[in-house]
C-alpha cells in the first residue's frame, strides 16, 4: 500500500470465491491471456456509481457468500448485484444501496438469497498493484489481485482503498439487480451458425434452457435440445467474450471472462456483453431463453448502460 492508501479491510473469514476485479485485461490476447475482470461489470458499475467512482474502478468480487469483513476504518462503501444476505454487526443491510461504516464493525455476507454474485465498492477503489494494466484477478492464470499473483482473499487479507468520503447516491428505480430467474439473453448470431442445422437454430431461439451446475468464470453449460453442426472440424479461432460454442454432445457452452484465448468447437455466435452479466447471476437449475440481435443493437445496448454512469 502507498502511503495515501487507507487501510480498511481485514479478512476475517474468506469464502470460497472474493477476488478484486476491475473492468479487466485488454490488449493481451495474442500473448495469450484471457480478460479477466468482473463478470456482472453492470452491478460492479452501479456500485461504484453509488460512491461516485468511475465504473470501472477495482472493487469486490463476492461469489456465493460465507464471507467476513473487519472494517478497520470509517467510510461509505456500496453493495450492488446479488442479495447474499449481508449484515453489518448482526443487522441486515439493504441490497443496491450505499452504507456507513465505523471502525471495529463487521461486514458479513452469509449466503445467496438471489443472485450469485455481490459487488463491494470502496472510496477510489480497492488498492493494488496492476499486472498488465489491469488488477483483474484470474486464478487459473495467476495474475492480479492483492498481490498480483490471481490468488483468492484469504483470512488476515488487509484492502486498502485508495480515495477518501465518496458519494452518497440512490440506484435509480428502474435498475433491477440482478436479474429475475426466467430471463431472456440477448446473442448476436454469426461465426459458424449457417452449419447448424435449421431445426437447431429454431430450437435455440424458442426453447427454454437451463444453466447446469458446471458453470464457473470460465464459462456456463446450458442443458436443453440437442444442437447439430454440419462441421466435422474446425481450426482454432479467437474467443470473444459471451462466445457460445458448441462441442459433440450438442449442449452449449457460454464463455465468460477467464476463459481460453482461443477454441475449435463450432459456435452460434455470442451473447451480447449485457446478457452476460445477467448470466453471470443465475444460479444452476434456473431458466433462461435466448434472442437474437444485431451487433448493432448490442453496441447501442452496451453504450446506454455506460452512458447512464458516465452523464452524472
Do not use: K
Not at 452449419?195 to 468464470?217: I, K, L, Q, Y
Request: proline share 7%.
Amino acid at each position: 500500500m502507498t502511503a495515501a492508501t487507507t487501510a480498511g479491510l481485514r479478512v476475517e473469514r474468506a469464502g470460497p470465491q472474493a477476488l478484486i476485479q476491475d473492468a479487466g485485461r485488454f490488449g493481451v490476447r495474442h500473448l495469450g491471456v484471457t480478460q479477466g475482470g468482473a463478470l456482472d461489470w453492470i452491478s460492479l458499475g452501479w456500485a461504484n456509481w453509488l460512491l461516485g467512482n468511475p465504473p470501472e474502478t477495482p472493487g469486490l468480487e463476492i461469489a456465493i457468500g460465507d464471507l467476513e469483513l473487519r472494517i478497520e476504518a470509517s467510510a461509505r462503501l456500496a453493495l450492488a448485484g446479488a442479495d447474499l444476505g449481508a449484515t453489518l454487526d448482526g443487522r441486515p443491510l439493504p441490497n443496491n444501496a450505499s452504507f456507513a461504516v465505523e471502525a471495529g464493525q463487521r461486514l458479513a455476507f452469509a449466503a445467496p438469497v438471489r443472485g450469485l454474485r455481490a459487488y463491494l465498492a470502496v472510496p477510489g477503489g480497492i488498492d493494488a498493484e496492476p499486472v498488465l494494466g489491469s488488477v483483474a484477478t484470474v486464478t487459473r492464470e495467476g495474475l492480479g489481485g492483492l498481490d498480483g499473483h490471481g490468488r483468492a482473499l484469504a483470512a488476515g487479507d488487509i484492502l486498502g482503498w485508495q480515495g477518501q468520503g465518496g458519494a452518497d447516491r440512490v440506484l435509480p428505480g428502474d435498475v433491477v439487480l440482478p436479474p429475475e430467474a426466467g430471463t431472456t439473453l440477448a446473442l448476436v448470431p454469426g461465426a459458424q451458425i449457417a452449419h447448424f442445422s435449421g431445426d437447431s437454430v429454431f430450437a435455440a431461439f424458442n426453447r427454454e434452457w437451463r444453466v447446469d451446475d458446471r458453470a464457473d468464470r470460465m464459462g456456463v453449460r446450458l442443458l436443453g435440445p440437442e444442437l447439430h453442426c454440419r462441421l466435422s472440424g474446425m481450426i482454432s479461432e479467437g474467443i470473444p467474450l459471451g462466445a457460445v460454442q458448441v462441442p459433440a454432445d450438442g449442449q452449449p457452452i457460454v464463455l465468460l471472462n477467464d476463459r481460453q484465448t482461443i477454441g475449435g468447437y463450432p459456435r452460434l455466435g455470442a451473447l451480447t456483453p449485457l446478457a452476460c452479466a445477467r448470466l453471470a447471476q443465475l444460479a444452476p437449475g434456473a431458466s433462461l431463453r435466448l434472442t437474437p440481435v444485431t451487433a448493432d443493437q448490442a453496441r447501442r445496448a452496451w453504450l446506454a448502460c455506460r452512458a447512464r454512469w458516465l452523464d452524472d
